[in-house]
C-alpha cells in the first residue's frame, strides 16, 4: 500500500531541489538532507522477496538508467546552445556530457585512455592543486544527475544485499560502516569511481538504515509517546551531527567535511535522522490537509527532476527578456538570477514544476505515444 505522506515528502523536497536549482543557494546547506530523504525512502518501501533480484534491478535500470542517458542526449544539445547563447562556452562543452554519460560519475580520472580530449577549460573550475587526479565533467544541464545513477547503484547493492546476504540483522551495522567507509574513499582529492559507486554505497547504507527503521516500527508506530521519543532523539542526532559538520559537504563531488570516514558518518546520521522527523512533519500534514496535486507531483518526481534543469533554463531567460531585467550568471553558470532575486527565483520555479506537472500528467494519459516515451 503507497504511503501517502512518503509521496509529500518527495513532492515538497522536490520542489525544494527546483527552487535551489533556480537559484536559491541559501538553501545548500541542507542538500544532502533531500538527498538522503530520497534514498531512505527507496528502502523504506522496498519489500524483501517481492521479485527475483535480477527482476528488481532490471527494473531499477530501466527506470533510472534509460532515462539518465536520455536526457543526457538532450542535455547534450542543449549545453552547447545554453553554453553559446548565454556566452561562457562553445561547442566543447558537449565533451563533458559525453565523458559523463560514459563514465556515470562527475570527476573522471585523468589516467582513464582518451580521458583528456573530454576535457573543456570552461568545466575546470576546481584548482588541479585540490583536485590532481581527476578531470570535472560536470555541465550546467547535468549537474544533477548524478542523483540518478548514485541511485541505481546504491539500489543494486541494496537490493543485493537484502536478497542474498542479509541472513540476520545483526549484519546491518558492519555492512552500513563497510559503505560508509568505501564512500569516503571519494573525493576531490583522489576520484570518483565509476557508475557514482561512492555515493552509490552511501545510498545503500541509508536504505539500509531504512529497513530497520520500518522493522522498529519508528515511522508507522500509532503510539504517539514512541513517536515523540523517537522524534526528540532524532532531533539530538540531527543536532550533533551538525555540529560535527555534516552540512559541510557536496554529494556532486564526493566531498563530505574534511573527506574522513568520520565525516561521511556524520553526513549519513544527519541525514537519516533528518528525514525520520521530516516523514513525522509528513504525517501531520497528511492528517490535516489532503492534496491530490502534492500527492500526484510525489509518484511523478522523475519527470520533475529530469527535466528542471532545462525548464528553469527556459524560463529563466523569459522572465528577463519580459522584464528587461540584467542576467547574472553565478559561479557555476547555473542559475541566470542574482541570490537576492526572490520574486524571479520563485517564479521560475512555480513555472518549472508547474510545467512538469503537466509533462508528468501526460505521459500518463498518452502512455503509448511517441512524445510520452521521449518525457
Sequence with gaps: ???????????????????????????????????????????????????????????????????FWKIMLISALLDVIRAMYLGYGDYHIVKGDVMFAAYCSNLVPKCLPFSDFFTYDVLQRIDESVMPFSYEVITPLNCHLWFLVAMFSGCALFFTYMEKFRRRKAYDIPVILLMLFIASLESPGTIQFPFSFGRGCLACACMIAAVNAKEWRLISTERMSRKVICALISVCVFAFANLQGAYKCAFILSLYGDGS??????????????????????????????????????????TLYLWNMI???????????????????????????????????????????????????????????????II
Design 1 to 67: 500500500m503507497r504511503e501517502t505522506y512518503i509521496d509529500y515528502g518527495k513532492a515538497l523536497l522536490t520542489i525544494m531541489v527546483i527552487t535551489v536549482h533556480a537559484g536559491l543557494s541559501g538553501l545548500n546547506d541542507w542538500s544532502y538532507v533531500r538527498m538522503i530523504f530520497f534514498f531512505f525512502v527507496t528502502g523504506y518501501t522496498y519489500t524483501v522477496g517481492k521479485r527475483s533480484l535480477a527482476d528488481s534491478v532490471r527494473r531499477r535500470f530501466t527506470g533510472i538508467m534509460l532515462p
Design 261 to 302: 570516514f568520520w565525516s561521511v558518518l556524520m553526513t549519513w546520521l544527519g541525514g537519516v535522522s533528518a528525514t525520520i522527523l521530516i516523514l513525522y512533519l509528513m504525517q501531520v500534514l497528511e492528517h490535516y490537509w489532503t492534496s491530490p496535486t502534492l500527492s500526484f507531483i510525489g509518484k511523478n518526481t522523475m
Design 311 to 373: 525548464f528553469n533554463t527556459i524560463f529563466s531567460i523569459l522572465l528577463l527578456k519580459m522584464t528587461g531585467s540584467e542576467m547574472a550568471l553565478d559561479s557555476h553558470d547555473m542559475s541566470l538570477f542574482a541570490p537576492d532575486s526572490y520574486v524571479f527565483i520563485t517564479l521560475t520555479a512555480a513555472l518549472t514544476v508547474t510545467t512538469g506537472t503537466l509533462m508528468a500528467r501526460y505521459k500518463k494519459s498518452h502512455e503509448g505515444s511517441l512524445l510520452a516515451k
